[in-house]
């Protein structure tokens, strides 16, 4: 422990706090020292029963071919796809990790995401899409 830790701990004579720490030095010194307890985020996904925009994701991937992030943005109309990737996923979908599918024209990373085919037919299973 070098001596701002050391100082830190004196100054601190209460129970450890709770707080979403940023990436300062001094916060992570502190995490260090125990004077705070990093809390971990949660994602706040949406229903897919009730979320038109998730179901839109999903009508896409269920067809269980490989979709760039740009052909999904296109057919949904959504501006964070990955978000949306990622709600499915807590939503218990089986959606497969984003894959590295070469570069666009511009130069740009292109990213692809699937459903097996098993997985997409369970999930569409009594679903309104």
């Not at 001596?3 to 010194?29: F, H, I, M, N, W």
């Not at 705070?36 to 839109?56: T, V, Y």
């Not at 984003?98 to 999930?123: F, H, L, P, W």
């Amino acid at each position: 422990m070098n001596a701002s830790e050391t100082r830190l701990k004196e100054q601190s004579r209460c129970a450890p706090r709770r707080v979403l720490v940023s990436g300062s030095d001094a916060a992570r010194a502190a995490l260090r020292v125990g004077i705070l307890q990093k809390e971990e985020k949660m994602i706040h996904a949406g229903k897919l029963s009730s979320s038109a925009r998730l179901q839109a994701t999903l009508r896409v991937l269920s067809d269980c071919h490989a979709h760039s992030t740009r052909d999904i943005a296109e057919a949904t109309g959504s501006q964070a796809v990955h978000t949306d990737i990622a709600e499915l996923r807590a939503n218990g979908l089986p959606v497969g990790p984003a894959v590295y599918a070469g570069r666009s024209q511009e130069g740009r990373k292109i990213y692809c995401y699937t459903m097996d085919n098993d997985d997409a037919r369970e999930a569409t299973r009594g679903e309104r899409l």
